[in-house]
């Protein structure tokens, strides 16, 4: 069964950055294509970026093109988004996910998810 765990999140002020990671376990990260998304308060989860099966394609919701970029390093079983120039709207709980046959925007298309990590931007 696979599992997955984030961690990185935390506050910080705005215009800092910050790293999250998500650990794959009970599989290879190879396998899967991988994504994150983020849920704000009082709000529906949303898509924040996908990477690839073996990390040679990438999507960005359009908010985050230019600030956050995903990563994978398959060697650890691993995904990054690292966020640069965060503002108070990103403030949200992020989750990874994982899907066999997909990697994408659609929140269907994942097989897996983890439980999340906070990430609160303050003014």
């Known amino acids: 069964q696979v599992h997955l765990v984030e961690s990185g999140g935390g506050l910080v002020q705005a215009g800092d950055s910050l790293r999250l990671s998500c650990v794959l376990s009970g599989g290879s990260s190879s396998s899967y294509g991988m994504g994150w998304f983020r849920q704000a308060p009082e709000k529906e989860r949303e898509f924040v970026a996908a990477?690839?099966?073996?990390?040679?394609?990438?999507h960005y919701e359009d908010y985050a093109k230019g600030r956050f970029f995903i990563s994978k390093d398959n060697a650890k079983n691993t995904l990054y988004l690292q966020m640069n120039n965060l503002k108070v709207e990103d403030t949200a709980v992020y989750y990874c996910?994982?899907?066999?046959?997909?990697?994408?925007?659609?929140?269907?298309?994942?097989?897996?998810w983890g439980q999340g990590t906070q990430v609160t931007v303050s003014s």
């Open positions: 990477i690839s099966w073996i990390a040679e394609s990438t």
């Open positions: 996910a994982a899907g066999s046959q997909y990697f994408g925007h659609a929140q269907y298309g994942y097989d897996y």
